[in-house]
């Protein structure tokens, strides 16, 4: 799940980092989740690091952010602009420990059906096979989607953040 993005910016790249700057606050400066962000000085919208060359950020959103992608990009310069290189990368622990152990338990209980299968009846087969199904929709189906729908999000609100952010250089990032 990983999406490539490059957008184009008609400013300097030294003026794009300078105003990008003060919507992104530093990463791991918020050791207590959600409810630390009710406390927390910072009103950025993203958190990461931006350099001269390079972009890593992830939301700072109010929801929980365990399926939330982050975003890695190069700035290079062009003729007209700056170009924005990147990807979205939704892989995450959260959907990829469950996909793995999921796939794991599913190998498990194939091997011990195969093992079985004179002395098994059809319907127990067929029950068993039901709740590999059903185990498989929320282990990997749910946690899957849920990532989608993220990266789905996150390219449609970091497209508009940055043209934002380059347009309104002057204003106060709303928390």
Known sequence: MITPLVLHFPIDKSQFVQRLQPHVAPPHTNPFGRLGRIFSPEVAPYAGVVTADTIR????????????????ATLSTEPSGVRVQGELNGVSLFVFAPALFYSAFVLLGLTSLVSQIGEISLLSISIMLFAFLLQ???FVGLPYYKARRGMQKMVNDLERDLFYFVERPKSVAAG
């Open 57 to 72: 950020i992830k939301p700072r959103a109010a929801e929980n952010l365990t399926f939330a992608p982050s975003f890695r």
């Open 136 to 138: 498989g929709i929320f």
